[in-house]
């Protein structure tokens, strides 16, 4: 079954400090992978996508097919990366998308 | 174009009242979803059209729920006789099916927020 586990629900962290964000995923096929970010009292919006090999906002994540995961990566976490992070997970064809429950992201001053 | 359009932002309703929502996607997107998401979870895929057909729809969507896009363009999801377990948000997304990095991206609109008493 298609399945996005993200298996924190809030990770904290100091400013300056590394974070990782972690998302597995379950599926049969070739899966297309995505990162969504919703800012306080904005709507859903896409960070970055697997495809793409892009960094935005100084975020990356890298595609583990052995390991099944696409975790997100910041070197130097600001006070303005506080959100709630959700990773999705589609086929090919983009009929159907599966999002994990989402993790939220505080960054302490 | 400001993006992705939901109306009404909030529904109160009845329990046993029926309610739809619209969604008017970015004009130029050929596909549209609808999501619905409760507390401390993702969106839960629902349905999605591309143009005015609807191409899947997921077992979550009961009898009660009917998704239209009559003309290709604004989306209705109407849900008939409300139960307090239909309070969520409910999202609406469009995208532009196609080739290359900027195709098969989707985009949210802010939602219906439902709560059945």
């Known amino acids: 079954a298609q399945r996005v586990t993200q298996p924190e629900k809030l990770l904290s962290v100091f400013k300056g400090a590394p974070v990782e964000l972690k998302c597995n995923y379950s599926?049969?096929?070739?899966?297309?992978l995505f990162w969504y970010v919703q800012y306080s009292r904005q709507r859903l919006q896409l960070l970055l996508r697997?495809?793409s090999r892009e960094s935005i906002k100084g975020f990356t994540a890298d595609l583990n097919k052995g390991e099944t995961s696409f975790h997100l990566k910041k070197p130097f976490a600001q006070e303005e990366d506080s959100a709630m992070y959700y990773c999705?997970?589609?086929?090919?064809?983009?009929?159907?998308?599966?999002f994990g429950s989402g993790t939220k992201l505080n960054v302490k001053p | 174009d400001t993006g992705v359009s939901q109306d009404p932002r909030h529904k109160i309703t009845k329990r046993g009242q029926n309610v739809t929502f619209r969604c008017d996607p970015i004009?130029?997107?050929?596909?549209l979803y609808w999501y619905r998401q409760t507390l401390g979870q993702g969106p839960e895929f629902l349905t999605y059209?591309?143009?005015?057909?609807?191409?899947?729809k997921s077992r979550l969507l009961s009898d009660r729920f009917s998704a239209e896009r009559p003309k290709g363009s604004f989306s209705t999801l109407e849900i008939q006789r409300t139960e307090q377990g239909d309070s969520a948000m409910y999202l609406c997304?469009?995208?532009?099916?196609?080739?290359?990095?900027?195709?098969?991206?989707?985009?949210f609109g802010a939602g219906t927020r439902l709560s059945v008493l």
């Open positions: 004009s130029e997107h050929n596909r």
């Open positions: 599926y049969s096929g070739s899966p297309e």
């Open positions: 997304a469009s995208s532009q099916i196609g080739q290359g990095p900027a195709k098969n991206i989707q985009y």
């Open positions: 059209f591309q143009n005015e057909a609807q191409l899947e």
């Open positions: 697997h495809i």
């Open positions: 999705a997970l589609s086929g090919h064809n983009f009929n159907k998308f599966y």
